[in-house]
């Protein structure tokens, strides 16, 4: 602990910060491994975004950490290297410090863009082409199933039709519209 002694203040503030900031990063890290693993706990999903929609949020407790961690880093090494000067460290760790933030911002903004929800959106079927799979009854009389790539998947779904006569098997459909759990289909 000598060498803790001959610090000058600046870069003790700096150390500490960065000390403390790095453990909190180390701990965010950690914990989010161990949620991989099955945890489902509020405290490992909480990241404390100001934005709800999805978009870019740089103020979370990951970019935050990320900030006090490589701004005082980066500012110890600026004071130990520039001793007689206060405010080129201090302008140094805000720099490099916002930059960690705004990586961590777009970082978590890619991984977002990761996630789907794999729910059907029933508009974007509208007007597609399919292909009949078991032939569809007339008049909404019964249900036959269509298949068709949507939306990113291979989806097979239930199908009536408003025509008069029966489609048959292998016959390319359009979507006219798609309910709650079918779509209904015209001949193409």
């Given at each position: 602990?000598?060498?803790?002694?001959?610090?000058?203040?600046?870069?003790?503030?700096?150390?500490?910060?960065?000390?403390?900031?790095?453990?909190?990063?180390?701990?965010?890290?950690?914990?989010?491994?161990?949620?991989?693993?099955?945890?489902?706990?509020?405290?490992?999903?909480?990241?404390?975004?100001?934005?709800?929609?999805?978009?870019?949020?740089f103020f979370t407790v990951k970019g935050i950490?990320?900030?006090?961690?490589?701004?005082?880093?980066?500012?110890?090494?600026?004071?130990?290297?520039?001793?007689?000067?206060?405010?080129?460290?201090?302008?140094?760790?805000?720099?490099?410090?916002?930059?960690a933030l705004v990586a961590v911002g777009f970082?978590?903004?890619?991984?977002?863009?990761?996630?789907?929800?794999?729910?059907?959106?029933?508009?974007?079927?509208?007007?597609?082409?399919?292909?009949?799979?078991?032939?569809?009854?007339?008049?909404?009389?019964?249900?036959?199933?269509?298949?068709?790539?949507?939306?990113?998947?291979?989806?097979?779904?239930?199908?009536?039709?408003?025509?008069?006569?029966?489609?048959?098997?292998?016959?390319?459909?359009?979507?006219?519209?798609?309910?709650?759990?079918?779509?209904?289909?015209?001949?193409?």
């Amino acid at each position: 602990m000598n060498w803790l002694s001959t610090l000058t203040p600046i870069e003790h503030v700096f150390f500490w910060i960065a000390v403390i900031a790095s453990v909190a990063l180390v701990v965010q890290i950690i914990l989010l491994i161990v949620s991989f693993g099955g945890g489902d706990s509020d405290f490992t999903d909480f990241d404390g975004d100001m934005d709800t929609d999805g978009g870019l949020s740089f103020f979370t407790v990951k970019g935050i950490t990320a900030f006090f961690a490589l701004g005082g880093w980066c500012g110890f090494a600026a004071a130990s290297f520039l001793p007689d000067n206060i405010w080129a460290p201090i302008l140094i760790a805000v720099v490099t410090g916002a930059a960690a933030l705004v990586a961590v911002g777009f970082a978590m903004r890619g991984v977002a863009k990761l996630q789907c929800s794999g729910n059907v959106v029933k508009a974007k079927m509208e007007g597609l082409t399919a292909t009949v799979y078991v032939s569809i009854p007339p008049a909404r009389s019964g249900r036959g199933k269509i298949t068709l790539t949507a939306q990113g998947r291979y989806m097979e779904i239930d199908a009536v039709t408003d025509e008069t006569e029966k489609i048959p098997v292998d016959v390319e459909v359009t979507i006219e519209s798609y309910r709650e759990d079918f779509a209904v289909v015209k001949r193409k």
